[in-house]
């Protein structure tokens, strides 16, 4: 993932740590060690700002899966989801703040280069220059502001889509192929250079799951790692920098897997007619009173 860390301390062994912001590289340290299926449930914190989706410490699933792809992992999250909500509403339809969500599958599955051509009515595939590609983006309504730390066209698409697509998205949809740029662990896509096999699901408005194909080239990895590593010394507090440890892993060899997560907060939300992230957590974190 990228995000900004929780530093720690840890006494005993006289070095600073950080607190996981994902469960992601072990647990495919355990699909290299030849666990086929694993999961964990667990607690993830971010250093991160606090809003009506987001609180610096939440639950999540990751689930890794050898011998399958994202597609795999599309069909497992709107039957697992649609299992969930059988389970716990009585049925797929689920009312959420005024409007009726349809969370029987199959869902609806579009590139992110094609909802953002709906919205903007441009076809960032065609483009080759970023520079073109911003001041496109800014003739369909995009703030020049959002724009400004893009650095390639496969990150000007991603803004976009964020200012333009995400928020109307209402009904649970899948919207994958993302470019490689933004994707460091996903597989790069087998027919669509620039674009990694990658999906992420949304409903009202906002991203409830995120899923690869994984990567499981250790040269490719590499790179990519440090071209994080790049984007962090320039001062991007939210970029990885390069893990020896999970470099070394696939070097050994990790077969083809799929990978997903889910973030449970948000899911119980969407189930319990819920418009904040702080009516689902017990003990959110809040701003002290002034």
């Avoid at 600073?16 to 290299?32: G, S």
């Avoid at 333009?164 to 919207?175: N, R």
């Avoid at 490719?220 to 507090?237: P, S, Y």
């Avoid at 319990?272 to 974190?285: E, G, H, L, M, Y």
């Amino acid at each position: 993932a990228e995000a900004r860390p929780f530093v720690t301390y840890h006494n005993a062994l006289e070095r600073d740590l950080t607190l996981r912001i994902a469960t992601e590289l072990h647990l495919k340290r355990l699909v290299v060690g030849g666990f086929e299926k694993v999961y964990e449930l667990g607690r993830i914190y971010r250093n991160e700002g606090i809003s009506t989706r987001h609180n610096p410490e939440f639950t999540s699933i990751e689930i890794y899966q050898a011998y399958v792809d994202y597609n795999a992992m599309m069909r497992l999250t709107e039957d697992m989801v649609e299992s969930v909500a059988k389970q716990v509403t009585g049925g797929t339809l689920v009312p959420y703040q005024g409007k009726e969500i349809d969370l029987a599958t199959p869902w609806r599955r579009i590139t992110m280069h094609d909802i953002v051509k709906e919205a903007s009515g441009v076809d960032f595939a065609a483009i080759d220059s970023v520079t073109d590609a911003a001041d496109k983006a800014a003739e369909a309504g995009v703030p020049r502001s959002a724009l400004e730390k893009a650095k390639s066209v496969g990150e000007v698409l991603n803004v976009c889509f964020e200012e333009l697509c995400e928020a109307e998205i209402t009904q649970p949809t899948f919207v994958t192929d993302y470019p490689v740029e933004i994707s460091p662990l996903a597989k790069p896509h087998r027919s669509k250079p620039g674009l990694t096999e990658r999906f992420e699901m949304f409903a009202v408005g906002r991203e409830t799951a995120n899923s690869f194909s994984e990567l499981t080239d250790p040269v490719d990895q590499r790179q990519r790692f440090e071209a994080q590593a790049a984007k962090k010394a320039a001062g991007d507090k939210e970029a990885c920098g390069v893990d020896e440890d999970f470099l070394s892993a696939l070097e050994s060899g990790m077969p083809p897997t799929g990978g997903l997560g889910i973030g449970i907060d948000r899911l119980v939300m969407l189930l319990t007619d819920s418009p904040s992230i702080r009516d689902v957590i017990a003990f959110p974190a809040l701003r002290e009173s002034s």
